[in-house]
C-alpha cells in the first residue's frame, strides 16, 4: 500500500518562511511526477508546484520567484520525496497545502491529507 504524507506547515508571520515536505511510503514502483496544491477557504483546489520524473519543474504565477521545489522522484522503491520551500510568505498563501503523486503505478493518483500553512502577524 502506498501513502503520501506531508510534514510541515504550521503558523509564520508575513515575510517568514516554511518548508513542506512529501514523501510517497509503501511499495511504490513508479511515479510519474509529484506536486503540491493549495485550497484557501471558498477557493478551488490550485497548482502551486509540481516536479515530474525527469526534474522539470512547473510553477503556478504566483509561487514563482518565492516558491521553490525540489527533491526527486524515482522507481523501484526508492525514496520519493519532494520539498517546497517557501519564502516571503504573505496573508494570502495562507491555506491548507496538499501534496499529490500523479500516474503511481497500480494506484493512479494519490493524495496526501493535507497541511495547514497559516500566514498571520
Known amino acids: 500500500q502506498v501513502q503520501i504524507v506531508e510534514t510541515g506547515g504550521g503558523l509564520v508571520q508575513p515575510g517568514g518562511s516554511l518548508i513542506l515536505s512529501c514523501a510517497a511510503s509503501?511499495?511504490?514502483?513508479?511515479?510519474?511526477?509529484m506536486g503540491w496544491y493549495r485550497q484557501a477557504p471558498g477557493k478551488q483546489r490550485e497548482l502551486v508546484a509540481s516536479?515530474?520524473?525527469?526534474?522539470?519543474?512547473?510553477?503556478?504565477?504566483f509561487a514563482k520567484g518565492r516558491f521553490t521545489i525540489s527533491g526527486a522522484i524515482s522507481g523501484d522503491n526508492a525514496k520519493n520525496t519532494v520539498y517546497l520551500q517557501m519564502n516571503s510568505l504573505k496573508p494570502e498563501d495562507t491555506a491548507i497545502y496538499y501534496c499529490?503523486?500523479?500516474?503511481?503505478?497500480?494506484?493512479?493518483?494519490?493524495w496526501g491529507q493535507g497541511t495547514q500553512v497559516t500566514v498571520s502577524s
Open positions: 499529490l503523486a500523479e500516474g503511481v503505478r497500480y494506484y493512479g493518483d494519490l
Open positions: 509503501g511499495t511504490v514502483l513508479s511515479i510519474d511526477a
Open positions: 516536479v515530474n520524473r525527469d526534474g522539470t519543474t512547473n510553477y503556478a504565477n
